[in-house]
């Protein structure tokens, strides 16, 4: 017996907070159990986040399934990747602080009853989860499959498409308000002619409305900022909310039920969320001081700030960092220019995929008025079509990526590098990657 119930295409993390509501609400409504509806609700979202992350795009189909005379709720989540090369390794290892990339196949597996992967070379992967229903789960017809869609459909709208019709309704407000100031200035003009003694009058109020039009410009700016951040932290910050939430739970229910083994086995998954969640926090007050005014400068030299950004980052043993071999003394900002190399670095070492004779080099040459820094790896390289977006807020680098990017890192290093007048790009042509941005000159003390 197979009986379809709902598909659902995943592209963004909007698609992975949605997949993780259907799964909870159709398990719900089969008489699961409320310990594994989370389990399987968290066990679709991991995976559903991968093909986000790694992939970019997929779709997940949710079944009822008859085998052996025993009936499951079935999540099969499929894409078109270029598949996994090495199945038993993601599916075999054991949770690293260092290196996540992957874990989300096996915390899965851990929490469903049955679980299965099929991946082809450049032809994509397909995971299939079920979780058993009871012997007295609803016989699921056609009529009352409908049913439940038709509930769905009500209860469809998600706060970020709330928060878009908000911003709809304020810039239809402020288009009557533009048309109201139209009419205003043509009054103006008419006073004008009719009084000649307050023609200054008329143009400092002028003045005052292109102040105004210029607040108005701003107030849509800020609005477009909010609603890009409305986005991620409603779905990037409250995914791995819900992820917790459903934890708990599940380690709640192995408590109750004197599973002490399957418990221990949740804490790792926890961590793991707590974790993602933190970098994500710490990224968004990172960003947040990138565009702060009047920082004090300070005497900086550039070998000890280099030494304090990599002892920061624990730095893989196979991994060796070159600096350059002149000192350089600035009165600079030093915590811009720490983040800045914390930042580059940190992607350098995170996206490395040499496991021996790993390399990153930082340089520097003076031209002009600038001094030119590089900082040259031999990983994997960036892909041209992707060289273009990096620098952009909330894009990420899939290459050899752990899977925890905040997608806020190299937005931020822009932000600083062009806030002190520079710039900053990447080149890359196959292997390797050599990150170049500028910094004011005036600011050397000595060579």
């Given at each position: 017996?197979?009986?379809?119930?709902?598909?659902?295409?995943?592209?963004?993390?909007?698609?992975?907070?949605?997949?993780?509501?259907?799964?909870?609400?159709?398990?719900?409504?089969?008489?699961?159990?409320?310990?594994?509806?989370?389990?399987?609700?968290?066990?679709?979202?991991?995976?559903?986040?991968?093909?986000?992350?790694?992939?970019?795009?997929?779709?997940?189909?949710?079944?009822?399934?008859?085998?052996?005379?025993?009936?499951?709720?079935?999540?099969?989540?499929?894409?078109?990747g270029r598949g996994l090369g090495n199945i038993d390794y993601f599916l075999n290892r054991?949770?690293?602080?260092?290196?996540?990339?992957?874990?989300?196949?096996?915390?899965?597996?851990?929490?469903?009853?049955?679980?299965?992967?099929?991946?082809?070379?450049?032809?994509?992967?397909?995971?299939?989860?079920?979780?058993?229903?009871?012997?007295?789960?609803?016989?699921?017809?056609?009529?009352?499959?409908?049913?439940?869609?038709?509930?769905?459909?009500?209860?469809?709208?998600?706060?970020?498409?709330?928060?878009?019709?908000?911003?709809?309704?304020?810039?239809?407000?402020?288009?009557?308000?533009?048309?109201?100031?139209?009419?205003?200035?043509?009054?103006?003009?008419?006073?004008?002619?009719?009084?000649?003694?307050?023609?200054?009058?008329?143009?400092?109020?002028?003045?005052?409305?292109?102040?105004?039009?210029?607040?108005?410009?701003?107030?849509?700016?800020?609005?477009?900022?909010?609603?890009?951040?409305?986005?991620?932290?409603?779905?990037?910050?409250?995914?791995?909310?819900?992820?917790?939430?459903?934890?708990?739970?599940?380690?709640?229910?192995?408590?109750?039920?004197?599973?002490?083994?399957?418990?221990?086995?949740?804490?790792?998954?926890?961590?793991?969320?707590?974790?993602?969640?933190?970098?994500?926090?710490?990224?968004?007050?990172?960003?947040?001081?990138?565009?702060?005014?009047?920082?004090?400068?300070?005497?900086?030299?550039?070998?000890?700030?280099?030494?304090?950004?990599?002892?920061?980052?624990?730095?893989?043993?196979?991994?060796?960092?070159?600096?350059?071999?002149?000192?350089?003394?600035?009165?600079?900002?030093?915590?811009?220019?720490?983040?800045?190399?914390?930042?580059?670095?940190?992607?350098?070492?995170?996206?490395?995929?040499?496991?021996?004779?790993?390399?990153?080099?930082?340089?520097?040459?003076?031209?002009?008025?600038?001094?030119?820094?590089?900082?040259?790896?031999?990983?994997?390289?960036?892909?041209?079509?992707?060289?273009?977006?990096?620098?952009?807020?909330?894009?990420?680098i899939n290459i050899n990526s752990s899977g925890n990017s905040t997608g806020l890192g190299?937005?931020?290093?822009?932000?600083?590098?062009?806030?002190?007048?520079?710039?900053?790009?990447?080149?890359?042509?196959?292997?390797?990657?050599?990150?170049?941005?500028?910094?004011?000159?005036?600011?050397?003390?000595?060579?």
């Amino acid at each position: 017996m197979l009986r379809s119930l709902l598909k659902i295409n995943i592209n963004n993390e909007l698609d992975v907070v949605l997949a993780y509501k259907r799964a909870k609400q159709l398990s719900e409504r089969l008489g699961i159990t409320i310990g594994n509806q989370t389990k399987f609700a968290t066990a679709v979202s991991e995976i559903c986040r991968n093909v986000v992350e790694h992939v970019g795009n997929g779709n997940i189909q949710f079944s009822i399934i008859e085998e052996q005379n025993v009936k499951y709720i079935e999540a099969i989540v499929a894409d078109r990747g270029r598949g996994l090369g090495n199945i038993d390794y993601f599916l075999n290892r054991e949770p690293n602080a260092l290196n996540t990339k992957g874990t989300g196949l096996a915390n899965s597996r851990k929490l469903v009853d049955y679980f299965n992967i099929e991946s082809e070379f450049e032809k994509g992967t397909r995971i299939t989860l079920r979780q058993r229903l009871p012997h007295n789960a609803p016989t699921v017809t056609k009529a009352l499959a409908e049913e439940w869609m038709l509930e769905f459909d009500v209860d469809s709208v998600s706060p970020y498409a709330e928060i878009k019709r908000q911003n709809m309704q304020l810039l239809e407000v402020m288009d009557q308000l533009r048309e109201r100031n139209e009419v205003a200035e043509q009054q103006l003009l008419e006073i004008r002619r009719l009084n000649n003694k307050l023609q200054q009058t008329n143009l400092d109020i002028q003045q005052l409305l292109q102040e105004r039009e210029e607040q108005n410009a701003r107030l849509q700016d800020i609005n477009e900022d909010l609603d890009t951040f409305a986005h991620t932290v409603s779905h990037d910050l409250r995914a791995p909310l819900q992820n917790i939430n459903g934890l708990s739970r599940a380690l709640e229910d192995c408590l109750n039920t004197d599973r002490v083994k399957e418990a221990k086995g949740l804490f790792p998954m926890l961590n793991q969320q707590t974790a993602r969640m933190d970098q994500f926090i710490m990224s968004i007050l990172a960003y947040s001081l990138a565009g702060r005014k009047n920082i004090t400068k300070t005497e900086t030299e550039l070998h000890a700030l280099l030494a304090g950004v990599i002892g920061l980052l624990n730095l893989p043993d196979h991994i060796k960092i070159s600096l350059p071999e002149k000192p350089l003394i600035l009165l600079t900002e030093s915590i811009l220019l720490h983040q800045v190399f914390s930042n580059l670095i940190g992607n350098a070492i995170k996206h490395h995929d040499l496991n021996q004779n790993a390399s990153i080099e930082v340089t520097y040459r003076l031209q002009d008025d600038w001094i030119y820094f590089s900082l040259q790896d031999n990983g994997p390289g960036i892909p041209p079509e992707s060289q273009g977006d990096i620098f952009n807020a909330y894009q990420t680098i899939n290459i050899n990526s752990s899977g925890n990017s905040t997608g806020l890192g190299l937005s931020i290093v822009k932000k600083i590098v062009t806030g002190k007048g520079g710039k900053i790009w990447v080149e890359s042509e196959g292997r390797g990657s050599r990150f170049m941005f500028t910094w004011p000159a005036s600011e050397i003390i000595q060579l």
